[in-house]
């Protein structure tokens, strides 16, 4: 089954905390991005990857930190200094422009604070 | 911003009448694209119109881009109590350069009563 996988479906934390947010695609797709949707709101991008070793800050970036070492991976770890990490965090992934960049979703994760 | 604004932000109907919902954005863009998301769930992708393009059918979807008044319009026809969801559009602007991203706009929260 192809598809991206998203890692816990909830999460705690505690004040000072960071926690890791995980997101597995075995889609092949080079791009994946990672969102933040607070409760009746859209999608705010925080980071952003088209390749390997490489990620883009998004809109919302303060207080979270990314990484790509793998092209089927792009953990995000939601640190201390993000001072309302309370919200549905999903992970995209897409394959080029030749798709206009349609994006794949996981199933997201829920973080709330302890 | 250059988010869309999407319109209405709730639509309640019964089930089997058709549905409208509006999306405007802000500048030029390259495509446009509809997702829906059922509740507490990932967004998934149900039809991308491209800039040069004015009407697109998928099944029951009518999606209809206006460039020149920067908006476009998602018709459900005959719904079902299954299309119960938020809907939004998401919108690729033009970059000379880096990667490239969705914008997406707040939604409109669908409710078809049986």
């Known amino acids: 089954d192809g598809g991206i996988t998203q890692s816990p479906k909830y999460l705690f934390r505690k004040e000072g905390q960071n926690v890791t947010l995980s997101c597995e695609q075995n889609?092949?797709?080079?791009?994946m991005y990672w969102y933040r949707q607070d409760p009746g709101q859209g999608l705010r991008l925080i980071y952003y990857?088209?390749?390997?070793?490489?990620?883009q800050k998004g809109d919302i970036a303060e207080g979270y930190s990314v990484s790509r070492e793998k092209k089927e991976s792009f953990p995000l770890t939601v640190t201390s200094a993000q001072k309302n990490p309370t919200a549905f965090y999903l992970c995209?992934?897409?394959?080029?422009?030749?798709?206009?960049?349609?994006?794949?979703f996981g199933p997201g994760t829920r973080l709330l604070v302890l | 911003s250059q988010q869309g604004e999407e319109d209405p932000q709730a639509l309640s109907i019964q089930e089997g009448e058709n549905a409208t919902m509006n999306c405007s954005y802000k500048?030029?863009?390259?495509?446009l694209q509809w997702y829906r998301q059922n509740s507490g769930r990932g967004l998934v992708h149900l039809i991308l119109?491209?800039?040069?393009?004015r009407e697109k059918h998928s099944g029951r979807l009518r999606v209809t881009l206006d460039t020149s008044k920067k908006s476009s319009s998602l018709l459900i026809t005959a719904s079902r109590a299954a299309d119960t969801a938020s809907y939004f559009c998401?919108?690729?602007?033009?970059?000379?350069?880096?990667?490239?991203?969705?914008?997406f706009g707040q939604g409109t929260r669908l409710t078809i009563n049986p």
């Open positions: 995209a992934s897409s394959i080029d422009r030749s798709t206009g960049w349609t994006q794949y």
């Open positions: 889609l092949n797709h080079d791009a």
């Open positions: 990857s088209q390749i390997v070793n490489d990620f």
């Open positions: 500048t030029s863009i390259n495509n």
């Open positions: 119109i491209r800039s040069n393009e």
């Open positions: 998401a919108t690729e602007y033009f970059q000379i350069q880096g990667a490239q991203k969705l914008v």
